[in-house]
């Protein structure tokens, strides 16, 4: 399985980060992305990357910390996106559920490093918290000039046709496995086979068994699970169709 979507340098993992990643082979994780959230962040993304073979990376800056980005941020994104381990440009976004960062600045620096992502010909990694119609609109600004994955989907069947028919994947992480997660379910059982990748963003939205645990990467085998139960597909397959299709997607994965 690949963790397409984690944050294991939070300081939750702060106690046991290489015990854990030392662990994931044996649990059934062949790699795992590392998502940036900020210049520093992703800095330090590249060196765990650099540390362990099956860890990769997004250089970003995420919606909330959009505020006060350096003039030059864009340059060292982009010198960041030259690492052989930097698979794309992420997390980015919009986040209107907390508004860390004022709504305007959050809209320049999303089209900002959405244009950066057109020039490096990189692949994108999309944060959408109540802020789905100025997303749309960003991406089809981009329309067959930028693709990549709406990352922990949360949407509606109806959000998640436009993603679609924009080029982008659609990741599912625990909050697929919650009770409530009605509309999900239906996303769940209509992305096409060649659009589907699982995450767990942990350490957060730990899945059902888990709930109430911080969230790893081994986790995302329950995920796995809960998709295999609603698109009635074989486990084996699923797997093989959601690491093929992280690969294709991020095309610096090494095969």
Do not use: W
């Amino acid at each position: 399985m690949i963790d397409s979507h984690c944050h294991l340098l939070e300081e939750r993992f702060d106690s046991d980060r290489e015990e854990l990643i030392a662990g994931l082979g044996g649990a059934g994780v062949s790699a795992v992305i590392e998502a940036g959230t900020n210049l520093a962040d992703s800095v330090q993304a590249r060196d765990l990357s650099r540390a362990h073979p099956m860890i990769y990376f997004l250089a970003g800056v995420h919606p909330h910390e959009v505020a006060g980005v350096p003039e030059n941020y864009l340059g060292r994104l982009g010198e960041l996106y030259r690492d052989e381990k930097c698979l794309g440009i992420g997390e980015i976004g919009l986040d209107y559920h907390y508004d860390f960062s004022p709504r305007a600045v959050q809209l320049r620096v999303f089209d900002e490093q959405l244009s950066l992502a057109k020039a490096l010909s990189a692949p994108v990694c999309i944060h959408s918290r109540e802020a789905t119609q100025h997303v749309l609109e960003g991406l089809a600004r981009y329309r067959g000039e930028v693709i990549g994955v709406l990352h922990c989907f949360s949407g509606s069947v109806e959000t998640a046709k436009a993603c679609l028919d924009l080029g982008y994947y659609i990741s599912f992480a625990g909050p697929v496995t919650f009770k409530n997660a009605n509309k999900l379910l239906d996303v769940a059982k209509m992305v096409p086979d060649d659009r589907i990748l699982i995450e767990t963003d942990s350490p957060y939205l730990a899945p059902v068994p888990m709930r109430g645990k911080r969230n790893q990467p081994a986790f995302v085998a329950h995920t796995l699970d809960r998709l295999c139960e609603l698109r009635n597909q074989n486990r084996e397959a699923l797997e093989r169709l959601t690491e093929e299709n992280t690969q294709r997607l991020y095309g610096k994965m090494v095969k």
